[in-house]
């Protein structure tokens, strides 16, 4: 499945960029479907900056999913690689339930338009349901199908909403 969501920022490229590659721990309050984000590590090499973030969400896993997975579809590793040579943002996430299943990557690219910012975020999930062992065979593709739609339906708000939130974050800045 694919996910395309792009947002306008009344901010410049350089600024938003930044605000998004340094800030994103206090960006989380304007994203509800975020519960806690934690920053692990940070790497910073001439050419691009490397961090790894644990992230919990928020959400009602559905009543189908719910014999086989618990809070930990909610809970995933973040691997970001910012790129400020070109803007861009290249992430992957490693889910804490059926790791070896799903795959979620992406890239976020900064373009410059005027003093405004355009986000665009592209990823590309999918969940392997000849991966799901602890799933009966017969119940995989189901439960697949419904777990990559959940956590795309998660997905593409979170994505709009942290654009949101570093627009209000640097609105607040200015006023301050």
């Keep these: 499945m694919i996910i395309d969501v792009s947002s306008q920022i009344p901010f410049p490229r350089s600024?938003?960029?930044?605000?998004?590659?340094?800030?994103?721990v206090d960006l989380v309050p304007y994203v509800p479907s975020i519960k806690n984000l934690q920053l692990k590590s940070r790497v910073e090499k001439p050419e691009q900056v490397e961090c790894v973030y644990?992230?919990?969400?928020?959400?009602?896993?559905?009543?189908?999913?719910?014999?086989w997975l618990n809070e930990?579809?909610?809970?995933?590793t973040?691997?970001?690689?910012?790129k400020a040579s070109n803007f861009t943002l290249e992430w992957r996430i490693r889910t804490h339930a059926f790791?070896?299943?799903?795959?979620?990557?992406?890239?976020n690219s900064f373009f410059e338009q005027g003093n405004t910012t355009l986000v665009k975020s592209r990823c590309e999930?999918?969940?392997?349901?000849?991966?799901?062992?602890?799933?009966?065979?017969i119940m995989?593709?189901?439960?697949?199908?419904?777990?990559?739609?959940?956590l795309a339906k998660q997905s593409e708000p979170s994505l709009s909403l942290m654009?949101?939130?570093?627009?209000?974050?640097?609105?607040?800045?200015?006023?301050?």
Excluded: C, M
Aim: hydrophobic share 40%; charged share 25%; glycine share 4%.
């Design 15 to 24: 600024l938003v960029y930044a605000t998004f590659r340094d800030n994103v």
């Design 99 to 107: 790791t070896e299943a799903v795959h979620w990557a992406g890239i």
């Design 54 to 67: 644990i992230l919990r969400g928020v959400g009602e896993i559905p009543s189908l999913l719910k014999p």
């Design 163 to 176: 654009s949101e939130g570093v627009r209000r974050y640097l609105s607040q800045a200015n006023r301050q």
């Design 72 to 76: 930990d579809l909610l809970t995933w």
């Design 78 to 82: 973040e691997y970001d690689v910012w």
């Design 125 to 137: 999930l999918k969940i392997d349901h000849k991966a799901l062992k602890n799933i009966p065979f």
């Design 140 to 150: 995989r593709s189901q439960v697949a199908q419904l777990a990559e739609h959940y």
